[in-house]
């Protein structure tokens, strides 16, 4: 059955197909991390045998080719079909997405994947048909057809390798498979049965122009701090504001309550691993940080957009705040990628673009033409979600308080946005932040790995995720549990149980 001739090709209107190939895969071995097989536990795959099914095709008229996988477990099939979402620049069929399927047919899914018609992992490769013109259709395809074409692509090959549909399908991603995952809630709301969107990449002209405001802020000012000066004003941060949940974990369960003011650290004396030496905390690093924790302004001082969170990392290769320095303590500014490409190549439509010498007006307007291009094709950020809802639809995303990449601020926006157009969103839709967890994973809080098994049992077995319970080794390297309450609700201590045990946690409105 796993030959290109048995199998036909799907339906898809609006596709020209241009290839099938399958191929069997026999006695296949793998350990799958759960920080790679995102929203899920650890998978050990073990000599196992599935057949991969490649196709390629286009849409008439837009010169693209699209290529979508498909997985099939021979033996082992649970009856259910799993998309595995992408990250960064890449719809999918890349490194962590091969993991995640990986993972998947582990588990007994059919899993299912697509480069969303480009492999690069640089925008710079596609984005652009000339100078001044964006493809369209290419981030199109990447932003949402895509998505849906190889939902549609992948119950078709399983129809026709198993003989019959997958009773469930369900679709897991996060960061950019958090985006896909809100986007075929919205747009395409039959696609998948359950997802999970875990720290989606929603909001996308506002986020990622948002990203350089920090960089901003410094290059107007002249000055770039060391990056020990600001991992000591996060520490500071957090230990300032760890306790306001009555427990003392190395977590800031509840930023937004956090009042710990950066300028007061002016002065201070601190051990500086970058230089060998003591330096004192400056006061760019405080500008700097309480910019990031704002989020960007507009040259007026009005709200453009969310920072990150207190107790979230300013320094390192995915933080918006990052500086890279000499020994000698001669700093200049990194800004991401993510938002530079973002900027050069979509908003200015230029691959020369120079960020030197931009001011403040500027960056409004770049903040505005970038809202105002790209909301309708990449924001994903429609909060009726009505249709979803009524095709029985059900939906779970966490998101790491400490995200030093996407804002935790957005997608608390969008939740309430969904909220105010349908106060009983908690019926299919449900938001969970999780302290101390970095983007998608890492940090010093409990990785919501289970938060996949959860959202299947609600949509086959109607249990509903009133809370999540999750482990952490706290910063004494003791082993915590603790529940995660659902959004707006908060987790609380009951001030008298074990403080490292779900027992003596509740959730609070």
């Not at 704002?294 to 990150?308: D, E, K, Q």
């Amino acid at each position: 059955m796993c030959s290109s001739q048995a199998l036909p090709y799907p339906t898809l209107f609006g596709a020209e197909f241009l290839s099938l190939e399958a191929s069997l895969v026999s006695n296949y071995s793998k350990y799958v991390s759960e920080w790679y097989y995102m929203n899920h536990h650890s998978v050990n795959v073990t000599n196992l045998s599935f057949c991969n099914v490649s196709i390629a095709y286009t849409h008439p008229g837009q010169n693209d080719s699209v290529n979508v996988q498909v997985w099939l477990p021979l033996d082992t099939w649970n009856g259910r079909m799993q998309g595995i979402g992408g990250g960064g620049w890449q719809a999918g069929l890349f490194t962590l997405s091969y993991l995640g399927m990986t993972g998947a047919i582990g588990e007994g899914y059919v899993a299912v994947s697509t480069d969303g018609g480009h492999s690069s992992a640089e925008p710079s490769d596609w984005a652009l048909l000339s100078p001044g013109n964006v493809d369209l259709y290419a981030i199109q395809n990447f932003a949402s057809v895509s998505l849906n074409d190889a939902a549609i692509i992948g119950k078709s090959i399983t129809q026709s390798f198993y003989g019959q549909p997958p009773k469930y399908s369900y679709w897991s991603g996060c960061s950019q498979g958090g985006r896909q995952g809100l986007m075929l809630a919205q747009r395409y709301p039959t696609a998948y049965d359950g997802i999970v969107a875990s720290a989606p990449a929603i909001n996308w002209a506002e986020f990622s122009t948002a990203g350089y405001y920090p960089q901003l802020i410094m290059a107007l000012l002249g000055e770039y701090p060391l990056p020990c000066e600001l991992d000591a004003i996060t520490a500071a941060a957090i230990s300032a504001c760890d306790g306001d949940d009555g427990v003392t974990d190395g977590l800031i369960s509840d930023p937004e309550s956090c009042d710990f003011d950066p300028f007061t650290l002016v002065g201070t004396s601190i051990n500086c691993s970058d230089t060998g030496s003591r330096v004192h905390i400056s006061k760019v690093a405080a500008i700097a940080a309480n910019a990031s924790w704002t989020g960007a302004r507009s040259s007026n001082g009005s709200f453009l957009w969310y920072g990150v969170e207190k107790g979230a990392a300013f320094t390192g290769s995915t933080a918006w705040t990052n500086t890279e320095c000499s020994r000698n303590g001669t700093c200049i500014g990194a800004p991401l990628s993510l938002s530079t490409d973002w900027i050069r190549l979509f908003v200015e439509k230029d691959p020369s673009f120079q960020f030197a010498n931009m001011t403040r007006e500027e960056f409004d307007h770049i903040f505005h033409a970038a809202v105002q291009q790209f909301t309708s094709i990449i924001g994903t950020n429609d909060p009726d979600l009505s249709e979803f809802r009524k095709s029985g639809g059900k939906m779970l995303t966490y998101h790491g308080l400490a995200d030093e990449t996407i804002y935790p601020g957005g997608t608390r926006h969008y939740y309430n946005a969904v909220t105010a157009m349908d106060p009983d969103v908690h019926s299919f839709y449900r938001l969970f932040e999780v302290p101390g967890v970095e983007h998608c994973f890492g940090g010093s809080g409990p990785y919501p790995s289970n938060i996949f098994d959860a959202m299947v049992a609600w949509v086959e077995e109607g249990t509903v995720p009133d809370n999540l319970t999750v482990q952490f080794t706290d910063k004494a390297g003791v082993k915590n549990s603790r529940i995660l309450c659902p959004y707006p609700q908060k987790t609380r201590y009951d001030g008298k149980g074990d403080p490292t045990s779900a027992d003596s946690f509740f959730c609070s409105d």
